[in-house]
């Protein structure tokens, strides 16, 4: 059974999905870390350096592996043989499952008791970064592919 008569858009909208998918999240957490790192800084000036190295080495870390993710997925999407497609068919399964895991993962770290505030104010930066990084390398293949395609 296909879903491609629920909310059917032209191919490479969906494209669009993906950078509302990994720009906004991203744009969210580093916003989040940031605050935390404030925090940080008013009690611990002495840390803030290290933190943002720690920032630095995520953001890194994290862009390196979200690059395949775009890769993927924009070949993916560019690949289908329909023009049009279900707006949810912008993720495959296991899309969805990472997409889950990750918010089940982040919402967990943040409601743990004990995490310490560094923890925040050194990761999150750096993931937000990477996935805002990933968004806009969505937004990039979708003007591509509009000034190619003319749409």
């Not at 032209?10 to 940031?34: D, E, N, S, Y």
């Not at 912008?90 to 943040?110: E, H, T, V």
């Not at 990761?123 to 937000?128: H, I, N």
Request: with cysteine.
């Amino acid at each position: 059974m296909t879903l491609d008569h629920i909310l059917p858009v032209r191919r490479h909208h969906l494209l669009l999905m993906q950078v509302l998918c990994w720009l906004a999240p991203g744009i969210k957490i580093f916003i989040t870390g940031t605050k935390a790192l404030c925090g940080v800084a008013a009690s611990h000036p002495e840390r803030v350096w290290w933190l943002a190295v720690v920032a630095l080495a995520v953001a890194v870390a994290f862009s390196l592996m979200f690059h395949n993710f775009v890769k993927r997925y924009t070949l993916r999407i560019l690949n289908f043989p329909q023009e049009r497609k279900s707006l949810l068919a912008f993720l495959d399964l296991r899309g969805y499952l990472l997409i889950a895991f990750m918010m089940g993962l982040g919402i967990g770290l943040k409601y743990l008791p004990g995490m310490p505030a560094e923890f925040f104010a050194g990761f999150y930066p750096g993931l937000g970064i990477a996935l805002a990084v990933a968004g806009l390398r969505f937004l990039f293949s979708w003007f591509k592919v509009c000034k190619n395609t003319n749409h």
